[in-house]
Nanobody, 124 residues
């Protein structure tokens, strides 16, 4: 069982930066793929980025070049560095963990554990 908790959200102006953190409990964190998703009002939850235990990363096209996902297995924490933020990045951001270490996946339903979410608001 893995429990996840996000932090670092807030209000920022367009062009600004935020770093989200996802703290995980459990001894098996290092073997899980970690992902970030977001959900804007009235929209489906969408994939943002994911990182495998090996460090392999993938990003949604909408954030590529602006966001960076990373992880520190010693601290059981995953991060999402968000730069050059745009108003359309406004959403609740969720971290998620996938027990299947063999894959790095973008489908929401493939992830096993979820945090409670943190709000990111980007003003124009």
């Amino acid at each position: 069982q893995v429990q996840l908790g996000e932090s670092g959200g807030g209000l920022v102006q367009a062009g600004g930066s935020l770093r989200l953190s996802c703290a995980a409990s459990g001894r098996t964190f290092s073997s899980h793929t970690m992902g970030w998703f977001r959900q804007a009002p009235g929209k489906e939850r969408e994939f943002v980025a994911a990182i495998r235990w090996s460090g392999d990363r993938i990003y949604a096209d909408s954030v590529k070049g602006r966001f960076t996902i990373s992880r520190d297995n010693a601290k059981n924490t995953a991060y999402l560095q968000m730069n050059s933020l745009k108003p359309e990045d406004t959403a609740v951001y969720y971290c998620a963990a996938d027990r299947n270490a063999g894959y790095i996946r973008v489908v929401r339903d493939e992830y096993d554990y979820w945090g409670q979410g943190t709000q990111v608001t980007v003003s124009s």
